[in-house]
């Protein structure tokens, strides 16, 4: 290997190495938040295409949706369920969001946390922005997910992209950590991101969990 090639080779692998992002379709990859060099952490996952359909019959039939709630472990099913009713995907929701506020609980130790499961049909903040919390999970169930830049693809001063194809997208199904500025020691480095643009007609189901 020539000299070059070698350079080129070590940026690379410095440039792979410097991306705040840990990224993989195993649960445990969620823990990787506590690691300084990563203000992101994506379990990759997918939801099955019956509950898909199950969700998007939902959306469909209602005018609105937001379930905001201090939920626990223990509760977070009934509360989900009790408001969903008898929607066919009322289990899957339920339990799935239990699991999730179970495993952020865990993650952070704490008893209970704050809850928003939203029917959106626009973006809820379309303009890139961070988080003035220490951490917040976010996943969409339908429609197009958060979208995210890497530290070296924004400008700090004005928290916009340096280029069209510095905007990386999470995917519906997706769970994520964002490190926001109230993380010690993360202040001056907190994930930049927006919600994505909403075509006509969409509807987009979205999870947040905040620490209480």
């Not at 959306?59 to 989900?80: G, M, N, R």
């Not at 699991?99 to 609980?105: A, E, G, S």
């Not at 951490?135 to 700090?156: F, I």
Request: hydrophobic letters at 45%.
């Amino acid at each position: 290997m020539g000299v070059n090639q070698s350079i080129d080779k070590d940026l690379i692998e410095t440039r792979a190495a410097a991306l705040p992002i840990a990224a993989s379709d195993k649960a445990s990859v969620l823990s990787d938040i506590y690691k300084p060099e990563h203000n992101i952490v994506i379990w990759q996952r997918e939801i099955p295409a019956e509950v898909n359909s199950q969700i998007q019959a939902m959306l469909s039939s209602q005018e609105q949706l937001a379930i905001v709630s201090i939920v626990t472990p223990d509760d977070a099913a009934k509360v989900i369920s009790n408001k969903l009713g008898d929607h066919v995907c009322s289990d899957f929701l339920a339990h799935d969001v239990a699991l999730i506020v179970d495993m952020f609980c865990c993650l952070f130790d704490v008893r209970e946390v704050g809850l928003r499961l939203t029917m959106l049909d626009k973006p809820m903040c379309p303009n890139f922005h961070v988080d003035q919390v220490p951490c917040r999970l976010v996943s969409t169930y339908l429609g197009q997910a958060t979208q995210w830049l890497a530290s070296d693809d924004v400008e700090r001063s004005t928290l916009a992209e340096k280029h069209d194809a510095a905007i990386r997208s999470m995917s519906a199904g997706d769970i994520a950590l964002l490190k926001g500025g109230g993380w010690e020691g993360n202040e001056d480095n907190a994930i930049v991101h927006r919600s994505p643009e909403v075509k006509r007609h969409e509807r987009r189901l979205l999870l947040t969990l905040d620490m209480v």
